[in-house]
């Protein structure tokens, strides 16, 4: 886990959550400002430190061609992001994988809809070998949602500026 002290630190779960500078600047640069702003998404990638509380999100990947993408409404369908994850994981020995998913929303804080809780319930049952974070870019605030034993924390983070 190659933390830096450029990371970005989430608080309010009990787990540690560090983002990575680029992947948290990703984040605001895709956030749906104006009316007319389709909802933004990817794939989380980055490592959990085994017996340990800390997450490290390293990477993201964003929308592509064969994506689907709408308001308030978005299907990841390109086999971009899956390529993504393995050649992270191929690259980093097995360190870095799979760890969740984002997208934004137009509120300024944003929360969860069903469709959400139902997309995570689902990624959760999908892969029980590792802990998920869910996160959701708001306009004002960025809440990292993470899947701990069955129940959702919410770590948070207001967007400074």
């Not at 983002?19 to 909802?39: A, P, T």
């Not at 319930?121 to 998920?132: E, V």
């Amino acid at each position: 886990m190659s933390v830096t002290d450029e990371d970005v630190l989430f608080v309010g779960s009990s787990v540690e959550l560090r983002v990575n500078k680029q992947v948290y600047e990703c984040w605001l640069e895709h956030r749906q400002i104006k009316r007319k702003d389709k909802e933004q998404f990817g794939a989380l990638i980055g490592s959990r430190a085994e017996g340990e509380c800390k997450i490290w999100i390293d990477r993201c990947t964003t929308p592509k061609k064969k994506d689907i993408s709408q308001r308030s409404r978005f299907v990841m369908r390109d086999p971009f992001h899956q390529q993504a994850i393995d050649k992270a994981f191929e690259q980093s020995n097995g360190e870095l994988g799979y760890i969740g998913t984002w997208h934004t929303h137009p509120q300024c804080v944003p929360e969860p809809s069903i469709i959400d809780l139902n997309d995570w319930a689902q990624c959760t049952l999908r892969n029980p070998d590792r802990q998920l974070v869910f996160a959701i870019v708001g306009n004002e605030q960025v809440n990292v949602y993470i899947n701990i034993n069955g129940n959702l924390e919410i770590a948070k983070r207001n967007i400074d500026g």
